[in-house]
């Protein structure tokens, strides 16, 4: 299921009003600043989330942590990144109609009204060495379907074993805190966004947030 298709725009949101806090903030989370020039928000998430990361980093094993690549998005920025998306497919591929080039456009940067980063529950996050290092996940963070031949998939099953590895230690040790993976992205995980309530069967908790009802960091 893409976060593009219908069924997850019909999702319903009542937003718990939960507070959005720094994701580092006195956790020992580790924050890559690769982001931050387009993003200065991006250590932000809602306060559900980062304590499922503190438990789930708190969960690896020794020398192995959690990188924090990118949590809460601005819509501004979201929209930004579906449009040169979409304008980019939409140029190597002429013949697909509107529907599709969204549709496959959502395989790698959500739809602006339906994005999880919005809501400050989602995460883009990999694995890292006591020394900042990352560990092989078979692509790049941020690596496009197109770019990867589709093995940013969480599932892809052309990787090499370590990378593959790699990427089983992170699905057990999120889904074992509640969260869950959008499978076109080994990289993306979320709590309490509409992806997540259709996947698990509950409520989405969180709605989209403007950047106004963020603190900006000190």
Do not use: K
Request: proline letters at 8%; hydrophobic letters at 40%.
């Amino acid at each position: 299921m893409l976060l593009g298709d219908p069924v997850i725009a019909a999702v319903t949101t009542q937003d718990t009003g939960e507070p959005v806090v720094d994701a580092a903030d006195g956790t020992g989370l580790r924050v890559d600043g690769r982001e931050a020039p387009y993003n200065p928000l991006l250590r932000f998430v809602r306060s559900g989330l980062r304590d499922r990361l503190v438990r789930a980093a708190a969960s690896l094993p020794s020398g192995v942590h959690l990188l924090l690549i990118e949590g809460y998005r601005p819509p501004a920025v979201q929209l930004e990144q579906f449009t040169a998306y979409a304008d980019l497919l939409r140029e190597r591929n002429p013949e697909w109609t509107a529907e599709r080039v969204r549709r496959e456009a959502s395989r790698f940067i959500s739809p602006p009204e339906v994005a999880p980063h919005c809501t400050g529950g989602a995460i883009d996050l990999t694995l890292c060495a006591d020394d900042g290092g990352e560990l092989d996940m078979g692509t790049e963070v941020n690596a496009s379907p197109v770019a990867s031949a589709n093995r940013c998939y969480t599932a892809a099953p052309d990787i090499q074993s370590e990378a593959a590895a790699n990427r089983r230690l992170l699905v057990t040790t999120l889904r074992a805190v509640g969260l869950v993976n959008y499978p076109t992205e080994w990289w993306h995980w979320s709590y309490g966004d509409r992806y997540w309530a259709y996947t698990t069967g509950g409520s989405a908790r969180y709605a989209p947030l403007n950047t106004d009802q963020l603190v900006p960091p000190g």
